[in-house]
Nanobody, 121 residues
Framework: QVQLVESGGGLVQPGGSLRLSCAAS????????MAWYRQAPGRERELVAR???????TYSDSVNGRFTISRDNAQKMVYLQMNSLEPSDTAVYYC???????????????WGQGTLVTVSS
């Protein structure tokens, strides 16, 4: 049973920083693609940042240059460092894991329960 547990959310002023953490369980973590998504009220869930098993990263245009995703395979952790936060970054942030489980490319996807980030003065 794979579990993803996020932490680190909270209230921060515009221009501030937060660091989100995601603790993962289960097999094949080091080869899994990990990502952070977010969902603001009334909006669809969107990809924020992604990191592959070989540490390749991608970011949405809205956070590129402000957010940094990283991973620690030994600890099965994924992080999202968020700097220069803006009110538009307010959302529930979700940790996501995608693991390819066979040679045909079948994959298992898992989601965390989410952590709320509120950017407000």
């Amino acid at each position: 049973q794979v579990q993803l547990v996020e932490s680190g959310g909270g209230l921060v002023q515009p221009g501030g920083s937060l660091r989100l953490s995601c603790a993962a369980s289960g097999r094949l973590f080091s080869s899994s693609a990990m990502a952070w998504y977010r969902q603001a009220p009334g909006r669809e869930r969107e990809l924020v940042a992604r990191i592959t098993g070989d540490f390749s990263t991608t970011y949405s245009d809205s956070v590129n240059g402000r957010f940094t995703i990283s991973r620690d395979n030994a600890q099965k952790m994924v992080y999202l460092q968020m700097n220069s936060l803006e009110p538009s970054d307010t959302a529930v942030y979700y940790c996501y894991k995608r693991t390819v489980v066979n040679v045909e490319g079948a994959a298992v996807e898992n989601w965390g329960q989410g952590t709320l980030v509120t950017v407000s003065s």
